[in-house]
């Protein structure tokens, strides 16, 4: 196991160098460039590049910009005078990161129950509400359910406050925002896969043997059902960790996704590259572990030389 | 010899989208104590329909009783709630299936799927339940038991899944097992292994054993009686012997004729049945052989015929045994006789 950790982490590092590559020279080609603003004298505009490193060849950039990652240095921002992207990312990212747990722990949870209950009820008044809850996350956008919730919980009845990010009563909203669409998702996944294993032969199997409906769910159908939700879950899981630019946005919660647009509409090179990195490797670590999860439900994915 | 079983008069349907499937039509059976009773016949003629009756596992909905009676010991199955179904299953009757490399849980260790069967009844503690999971697995012929209790099906081969079905089936000390074709997926060698076990076992637990299967070859093997089913109904059964060597049935004689032999030269063809079997959903009016039978008269396309009893045990449903019915000689029959000398 501990060997094929190893070289999940080997290929891992040449996926973020790989993508560090592409974003280097992508950002570049883009027209324009951060200090292209009216208000700059051709001479401030000069002493920028020179501080950033901007008249040097774009080759020697780009490994004294590896050597700085190596150095867990993502240099300063273009935009956001004195700050580094380090201190931008270590302020945001915890906003980022309390919110998507919240909303991924409820909605994930939730999300498992609700399809359970819709594939035991298949058919039946529960199968068609949860149907109906499925299609209004996966088709209503984050920034509708949003602003309903303000509007409904905030503004009329008063329940939670409206935006900022100050207390846990702060945290339910947003949450709830965020979490819908993988709720639905979820829900739906794990339906679909109930219903496959429970035509499956071992469950035939299991009532043969004379145990209970309950059991046979709970022992037999969830653990084999629950795979294909942990694939989705990889993705789905980095990318709201690192926060989601709309639903911070409405709720005016200082976290990652706001820095991240921005940048791009700023063409803020350091930062893009830093949070495309940041967020990569996020993405990369939540794939290992759902590479690890995969072994631990089910056996026969374990890898050799446990 | 005491009848364990009695099924009467049984027909079993499914509702399907195109309309009601009638897979079981008024089928009488039963079984003795200790008794290996083969119920042969091709796919879809309605046996594994059968067998899952017994221990009622067909859906339901969609399957559905249409009449008869199933009693298990003065017990009538058909009508039973699910919740005494389960004190019968696994411990009064215990089930094989098919095929060994789906039939398991793939990510529960074979211990806890042979243990389970007590887990709910709460028999046992957690130290005599490992026991008699051991016991079961030796029984069977498992080595290394104490490693492979702790294994998971993937790490196992085809025929010691099998084994480990068997002893699911068997741990409850039942008094009928169920085996649905045990060993179609398998290979002819490890089939060989696998049906000795199960007979051996039969004979040392004095368990009554229904076996499924589509291989007369298996029948002959290890049943004392035999049930043959095409369309869903019995259309002969009989001891072991007149179904061999007294067939009455064209049915039967063909599935014999299209065995073939240790004999059969290298350019001699094998004789199939011509035709294919009856549509379900629509069952003929008549018998349901008559479309492929090279004996079919014109009432055997009116009337199902009734049961005609050769002997005590052996009857079978076909108008050739009707007195007005012209004799006729059933081909393999012969050939079997002569075998046997």
Not at chain 1, 69 to 75: E, K
Not at chain 1, 133 to 156: E, M, R
Not at chain 1, 229 to 237: C, E, I, Q, W
Not at chain 2, 186 to 215: F, N
Request: proline share 4%; hydrophobic share 40%.
């Amino acid at each position: 196991m501990g060997k094929y950790i190893l070289k999940r982490l080997g290929i891992s590092l040449l996926t973020l160098l790989v993508l560090i590559t592409i974003v280097f020279i992508l950002v570049r080609l883009m027209p324009g460039d951060p200090f292209a603003s009216d208000k700059l004298t051709p001479e401030i505009r000069q002493n920028l590049e020179r501080y950033y490193g901007f008249d040097k060849p774009i080759i020697v950039q780009y490994f004294t910009y590896i050597k700085n990652i190596l150095n867990g240095d993502f240099g300063y921002s273009m935009k956001y005078i004195n700050q580094s992207v380090n201190t931008i990312i270590a302020d945001s990212f915890p906003y980022s990161f309390d919110l998507g747990m919240r909303g991924l722990s409820v909605s994930i949870s939730l999300g498992l129950v609700l399809g359970i209950i819709a594939a035991l009820n298949r058919g039946k008044t529960l199968d068609y509400m949860s149907v109906i809850i499925a299609i209004i996350g996966t088709s209503v956008p984050d920034f509708i359910i949003g602003g309903l919730l303000q509007y409904f919980f905030g503004i009329k009845w008063g329940l939670f406050p409206v935006a900022q990010y100050k207390g846990i009563e702060y945290t339910i909203l947003p949450s709830i925002a965020l979490g819908f669409y993988t709720l639905a998702m979820v829900s739906r996944i794990m339906r679909a896969s109930m219903l496959e294993v429970v035509q499956q032969d071992y469950i035939k199997t299991a009532k043969s043997k004379g145990i209970s409906n309950f059991r046979i769910t709970a022992k037999h159908q969830i653990r084999n059902a629950i795979m294909p939700v942990v694939t989705v879950l990889g993705p789905t899981v980095a990318s709201v960790l690192t926060g989601t630019f709309v639903v911070e946005s409405i709720f005016a919660i200082p976290g990652m996704g706001k820095y991240y647009v921005q940048s791009v509409q700023n063409l803020d090179y350091s930062l893009i590259l830093g949070m495309t990195v940041f967020y990569g490797a996020f993405l990369v670590l939540a794939n290992m572990v759902v590479d690890i999860l995969y072994g631990v439900i089910d056996p026969r994915i374990r890898v050799a030389g446990k | 010899m005491d009848k364990i079983l009695e099924v009467n008069d049984l027909s079993f349907s499914f509702h399907t989208y195109g309309g009601i499937v009638k897979s079981v039509r008024g089928i009488s059976f039963d079984v003795g104590e200790g008794e290996i009773v083969g119920i042969v016949g091709e796919s879809g003629c309605g046996k594994s329909v059968t067998a899952q009756c017994l221990v009622r596992l067909n859906p339901e909905p969609p399957g559905f009783f249409e009449s008869g009676s199933i009693k298990y010991k003065g017990q009538e199955i058909t009508t039973m709630s699910e919740h005494e179904l389960r004190k019968i299953r696994g411990v009064e009757i215990g089930f094989i299936f098919q095929d060994p490399m789906t039939s398991l849980n793939p990510t529960m260790k074979i211990g806890k799927q042979i243990e389970e069967i007590f887990i709910q009844r709460k028999l046992y503690n957690k130290k005599e339940l490992k026991e008699k999971a051991i016991e079961i697995l030796k029984l069977v012929g498992i080595s290394d038991v104490e490693r492979r209790y702790n294994q998971y099906p993937h790490e196992l081969s085809g025929g010691m899944k099998q084994r480990i079905m068997i002893a699911i089936a068997l741990v409850g000390n039942p008094s009928i097992v169920i085996a649905d074709e045990p060993t179609t997926s398998l290979d002819v060698t490890i089939e060989a292994q696998i049906l000795d076990l199960l007979k051996d076992l039969q004979k040392k637990l004095k368990t009554s054993v229904i076996l499924i299967t589509h291989d007369l070859g298996v029948i002959a093997k290890m049943c004392d009686r035999v049930l043959v089913m095409y369309g869903g109904k019995i259309v002969e059964k009989g001891n072991a012997d007149d179904i061999f060597y007294n067939t009455k049935h064209p049915y039967t004689s063909g599935l014999l004729c299209s065995i073939a032999s240790l004999e059969t030269k290298k350019n001699e063809e094998l004789e199939p049945i011509e035709g294919t079997p009856p549509d379900l959903f629509s069952p003929p009016i008549g018998c349901p052989f008559a479309a492929r039978c090279e004996y079919a008269m014109e009432i055997c396309y009116e009337t199902i015929p009734q049961e005609y009893k050769i002997n005590e045990e052996h009857s079978t449903l076909c108008w050739l045994e009707h007195e007005y019915a012209e004799k006729v000689t059933l081909p393999c029959k012969k050939q079997y006789e002569k075998e046997a000398i």
